[in-house]
Every structure is written in C-alpha cells, then in structure tokens.
T-cell receptor, first 114, second 111 residues
Framework: DVKVTQSSRYLVKRTGEKVFLECVQDMDHENMFWYRQDPGLGLRLIYFSYDVKMKEKGDIPEGYSVSREKKERFSLILESASTNQTSMYLC?????????????FGQGTRLTVV | GQNIDQPTEMTATEGAIVQINCTYQTSGFNGLFWYQQHAGEAPTFLSYNVLDGLEEKGRFSSFLSRSKGYSYLLLKELQMKDSASYLCAVRANQAGTALIFGKGTTLSVSS
C-alpha cells in the first residue's frame, strides 16, 4: 500500500519558534511536494523537490525552507513561525513519468502558531 | 499566470447525477487530475485526463477539452458518502512539476 507519512497530525508552536515538519514516503518517488491548505484559498504550493538535495520554489515560499537529504524524506522548515503560518500542511509525492502519474498525499499536519 | 476555476459549492440529492466543472488557464498543459477530499482528511486521487475525451471509472467519469481549457467530473448515483470537496488540478509543464490546484468544490449530498 502506498504510504506518505507526516510526523505530526497536530502541532501548536509559539511565534518565533523554528518549526520542522517531516514527511516520509515509502514508494521510491522522485518528486516530493509541500502544500498548505487554507479555507477559501485551496492548496498552494510552497516548495517541491525532484531529486535529493534539489529544490524548487512554489507559489508561496516566503518564510519557509526545505531539506531533502534522502530520497524518502522531505522536511519543511519554518524559520521563525508567525501566526499567518497557521494552516494545514500537506506533503505529497509522485514518480517522474511523462504525463500521468498522480501525487499521493500524507494525512496532513494542522499547525497552530500562537 | 496560472488560473484554475471551479464552483465553490454544489448541492445534490442521493441517487442524482452531478457535474462539477473546471476551467483552466495555464502556461502549459501536461494532464488534469481530480481529487476527492473528505473533511479533515488528505486528498485522494480520482481520475486523470491528458487527451480529449471521457474517462470512466465506475460511478465517476471525467472529461477533458484541451482546446477549451475545460474539464468536468461527473458523479452518478450519488451517495451520502460522496459529500466532500472535489479538487481540480493541472500539471502545467513537464513531468516533475507540481500540480496546480483550484480552490475546490464542496459537494453536499442530502437524502
């Protein structure tokens, strides 16, 4: 069974803290993605990676960084958490195949910054 | 820019048929995906279209017209468990590029 696992389901952090969100996939996928999902805004891409140590900015990278040291693991880092980063964070992964390979999602991390 | 539009909300009754439309304007096109997302859960893959026409999968079908930048998801014989958000997403460029999502359509099915 396909598995994308995010380290936490719920997190509460204080403003200014450095926050790490971890994502692991067991499907040997090349691509990994981080999205955030907010009511009325849908899923917005923060960063993605198509290979180890490679990363590309998405639509809203400000205030975030990422790390991909191993193929199966993709970490999202909030350098200094702020209240406007309170959101649902979704990790996804997929193969690199021309056209049709779908992305599989983790269960999400609901982050609250207080 | 990239833009994907779909209705915000729809309602339907059990046993009915509903069509959720999606229009897109993207810098390129390499496939359109539909996902289902129940409240509090992760999106799950429903269907994929890259060529024009209809793809059928049980009660769900998806249609694509690339020349019109248009797709729809058709749900037949609606059940209460179909109440969910339906997300339209486009892969705009070559494989490896992330999916761009619309804001989702929340479907409520009543008895």
């Amino acid at each position: 069974d396909v598995k994308v696992t995010q380290s936490s389901r719920y997190l509460v952090k204080r403003t200014g803290e450095k926050v790490f969100l971890e994502c692991v996939q067991d499907m040997d996928h090349e691509n990994m993605f981080w999205y955030r999902q907010d009511p009325g805004l849908g899923l917005r891409l923060i960063y993605f990676s198509y290979d180890v140590k490679m990363k590309e900015k998405g639509d809203i990278p400000e205030g975030y960084s990422v790390s991909r040291e191993k193929k199966e693991r993709f970490s999202l880092i909030l350098e200094s958490a702020s209240t406007n980063q309170t959101s649902m964070y979704l990790c996804a992964s997929s193969f690199i195949v021309q056209g049709g390979t779908e992305a599989f999602f983790g269960q999400g991390t609901r982050l609250t910054v207080v | 820019g990239q833009n994907i539009d779909q209705p915000t909300e729809m309602t339907a009754t059990e046993g009915a048929i509903v069509q959720i439309n999606c229009t897109y304007q993207t810098s390129g096109f390499n496939g359109l995906f539909w996902y289902q997302q129940h409240a509090g859960e992760a999106p799950t893959f429903l269907s994929y279209n890259v060529l024009d026409g209809l793809e059928e999968k049980g009660r769900f079908s998806s249609f694509l017209s690339r020349s019109k930048g248009y797709s729809y998801l058709l749900l037949k014989e609606l059940q209460m468990k179909d109440s969910a958000s339906y997300l339209c997403a486009v892969r705009a460029n070559q494989a490896g590029t992330a999916l761009i999502f619309g804001k989702g359509t929340t479907l409520s099915v009543s008895s």
